[in-house]
């Protein structure tokens, strides 16, 4: 891992500890531990690499876009790229690491992952994953590591590739608690409203843009948001400005006129009647409440 830049938000960029490693790394949390250093791990961190964490040993609390987690052993965390996370007690607990690329898993396991898990989920409890083949899929993966671990070839990385996708594959298989809609496959326009949302949540706010550059209706993509969000497109499209504002206002110190500007909005005052609107509190009043350690909105 590497950082990169001076803004309060660590942006962390991933780099092979050796050139044999390739695009997925296997190691341990005493591993990157140890090769970071104690510094590494103190402030919120926004990776360009998703990470992927078994718990083996230890208990800590480990946040992730302002949600915490208490993790116990056997609980998987996932975090993904762009993601603000921040580690909690890092020493007090050990288990299997997985560094990897957002574009490792071949794209069409990458689109029914992402299908399936309709909102992104970052924590498996153990509870839930007790059965499930994901703790063999680890393993496999952890076996295809370190064999030939000093050699780059194709066939170690293409075992690496399908290793990760199997276990990725088990975790969107596991059934979210408290049952919910029965598991099936999105509508395509779902998953282009969904990436486009991602690509220009900072320029577009309203339904109608998307639709038009889908092709769909903005009827459509409203009755598919709430079929399988129970959200609206527009509550959608809030719900992804108003995390993006809470980031850059909870970890960074840029004006509140300057967050407005980048996420598209004509001057300030907008920007604060809408962020106010959404959490009842003020940009202002959410900064300092979660600096204080109680974000509230």
Known sequence: MVKTGQSAIRRVRFQPPAQAVGDIEVNTLKGIRDRGGPAEFLTPQR???????????????????????????????????????????????????????????????????????????????????????????????????????????????????HGLAALLVQLALIEPPGGGPAMRLTHEAYGWFRDHLEEHFHEWHKVSEYADRLGYSARTLNRLARQYTGLSAKELIDERILLEAKRRLAHGDAAVAEI??????????????????????????????????????
């Open 47 to 161: 990776l360009d690499f998703d990470l992927l964490v078994h718990l083996e040993r230890g208990a800590a609390v480990h946040t992730v876009d302002f949600t915490d987690y208490p993790l116990q052993p056997g609980d998987v965390l996932w975090i993904r790229a762009g993601q603000v996370h921040q580690w909690g007690a890092i020493d007090d607990i050990e288990g299997a690491v997985v560094l990897f690329g957002p574009h490792t898993v071949d794209d069409h396991t990458s689109n029914l992952i992402r299908s399936y898990l309709l909102r992104p989920r970052s924590h498996w409890p153990a509870s839930e994953l007790e059965g499930s083949p994901v703790a063999q899929a680890l393993e496999l993966l952890t076996i295809s590591a370190g064999r030939h671990a000093t050699e780059r070839s194709d066939l170690r990385q293409a075992a690496l590739a």
């Open 260 to 297: 407005a500007e980048d996420l598209g909005f004509d001057d300030a005052s907008n920007f604060s009647s809408y962020f106010r609107r959404q959490t009842r509190l003020t940009p202002g009043t959410f900064r300092s409440r979660t600096r204080a350690g109680s974000p509230g909105g």
